[in-house]
């Protein structure tokens, strides 16, 4: 019976956290994004992509970013060639609010459970940053492998690092220790 309880407790705080805030992040994108007389995305996708270009060209890459017209993603653009989009789904928002849904549903102490977010956060946004610009060059150079970049090994890695640091909360920091 106990099982049953530490299931529903982990649930409801998981859903709980999420759906909060997910609400909160959708009203932040309302608020922010712009689709009616033209197209502007919201102050974090520009950032990101933003940063993703000056990553590119810490990397030698001539880069820039251009709001998409037809759309709300910013164009990643190489040597004049507009290579990649970034959309909202691409900043890694999404899956923060998954990564501290999860932590929160596996609460330790207060002040470790909050730095353990904080760093986590931005450790998930760096390396979505770092795995922007990095699949950003693979399509300059291997126009021909954008389903294998873009859709499997780039999604895993950021996937991947978000697991890790479950893993690692769950094994060195939750109450389940």
Known sequence: MQSNKTVIIFLVKFFGTYALLFLIYSFYLNATQTTSDYYSCAPITKTVANQSKTLLNVF????????????????LIINDKD??????GCNSISIIILFIAFIVSFAGKFKTTFLYIIFGSFLIFFINVLRISVITIALYEYP??????????????????????????????????
């Not at 030698?60 to 164009?75: A, C, D, V």
């Open 83 to 88: 290579i990649a989009r970034v959309v909202e």
């Open 60 to 75: 030698g890459y001539t880069s820039e970013i251009k709001q998409s017209e037809s759309e709300l993603s910013m164009r």
């Open 144 to 177: 021909q492998y954008e389903y294998i970049f873009h859709d499997i090994i780039f999604p895993a890695i950021i996937y991947g690092v978000t697991f890790l640091l479950w893993v690692i909360w769950v094994v060195k920091f939750s109450k389940l220790r």
